[in-house]
């Protein structure tokens, strides 16, 4: 980087509104929290993360340049990822002790402090006089800063596993159903009809999965790094699906993706 280009970056940041500041500075801050949570939590930096890394750093490159029109492409983009990212990542929402919440929580926050601050600084351009946040934006930042550490804070309480009091040579002499890059080793899980059914899951991801069998009504959380238990009756034989039933992970009707077959034989006798 010339020096050149680095004054033309810091006059493009001092003459950008303070709201484009604001929405700049959000984006940017997305991109570290995926960054470094990501890290942090054990997780791989897939194609999936590197996205959103790279959508924060957009708004900044295109801030600096001082472009009349950048707020509002990084306004539009912001906003249509806010929204995408929303319906993918609702579903987690619903599960506070998991690692990934201390990072979808202050990633959706920032996503949208810096759509709201781009459409502002979008506005004040257009109306081109006021270049000042107004009052409220201030106390909106604060507050949703204060929820955002409270989100946090419930993500790091340790959680009570869901294979607690459970000895260790109890669950390594259950059957196994290990899920590994995104994929059930097990293809196929044999069962008897009438039996209670222990299975031990083990996810070896940083990212969560499920066991789920639409059919048997069983739906168990597998957490990321950890072991859990699936605990069912099956009655009727036959061939059933089970699958990851994490919002992406795979299309049971359509075989596609963390899928597999549960197969209840007969009763014995
Ligand atoms: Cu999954």
């Keep these: 980087v010339s020096t050149e280009t680095v004054a033309v970056g810091m006059k493009g940041w001092r003459g950008m509104p303070t709201l484009g500041k604001v929405a700049v500075a959000a984006l940017l801050g997305m991109a570290a929290v995926v960054l470094v949570g990501t890290l942090l939590i054990g997780?791989?930096?897939?194609?999936?993360?590197?996205?959103?890394?790279?959508?924060?750093?957009?708004?900044?490159?295109?801030?600096?340049?001082?472009?009349?029109?950048?707020?509002?492409?990084?306004?539009?983009?912001?906003t249509l990822l806010l929204v995408a990212l929303s319906l993918f990542l609702g579903p987690e929402l619903a599960r506070p002790h998991e690692p990934a919440f201390g990072i979808i929580v202050p990633v959706l926050a920032l996503m949208l402090v810096g759509a709201v601050a781009a459409w502002g600084a979008t506005v004040q351009n257009y109306l081109g006089g006021e270049r000042r946040a107004p009052r409220w934006v201030s106390y909106a930042l604060v507050g949703l800063g204060g929820l955002v550490m409270g989100a946090v804070a419930v993500g790091l309480i340790p959680q009570q596993g869901a294979v607690a009091g459970?000895?260790?040579?109890?669950?390594?002499?259950?059957?196994?159903?290990?899920?590994?890059?995104?994929?059930?080793?097990?293809?196929?899980?044999?069962?008897?009809?009438?039996?209670?059914?222990?299975?031990?899951?083990?996810?070896?991801?940083?990212?969560?999965?499920?066991?789920?069998?639409?059919?048997?009504?069983?739906?168990?959380?597998?957490?990321?790094?950890?072991?859990?238990?699936?605990?069912?009756?099956?009655?009727?034989?036959?061939?059933?699906?089970?699958?990851?039933?994490?919002?992406?992970?795979?299309?049971?009707?359509?075989?596609?993706?963390?899928?597999?077959?549960?197969?209840?034989?007969?009763?014995?006798?």
């Design 43 to 78: 997780g791989e930096l897939d194609a999936f993360s590197l996205i959103f890394v790279g959508i924060g750093l957009v708004p900044g490159l295109l801030g600096a340049s001082g472009w009349r029109w950048a707020m509002a492409v990084v306004a539009v983009l912001s």
């Design 166 to 269: 459970v000895t260790q040579e109890v669950m390594a002499g259950l059957p196994e159903v290990r899920t590994h890059e995104f994929a059930f080793s097990q293809g196929t899980v044999r069962v008897r009809a009438g039996e209670t059914v222990l299975l031990r899951l083990v996810n070896e991801d940083g990212s969560a999965h499920s066991f789920d069998i639409d059919a048997l009504d069983v739906h168990a959380y597998m957490p990321s790094k950890e072991q859990s238990l699936a605990m069912f009756q099956p009655g009727e034989p036959g061939a059933y699906v089970f699958y990851c039933g994490i919002p992406g992970h795979a299309d049971p009707e359509a075989g596609t993706g963390m899928v597999g077959t549960l197969i209840v034989e007969p009763a014995a006798g």
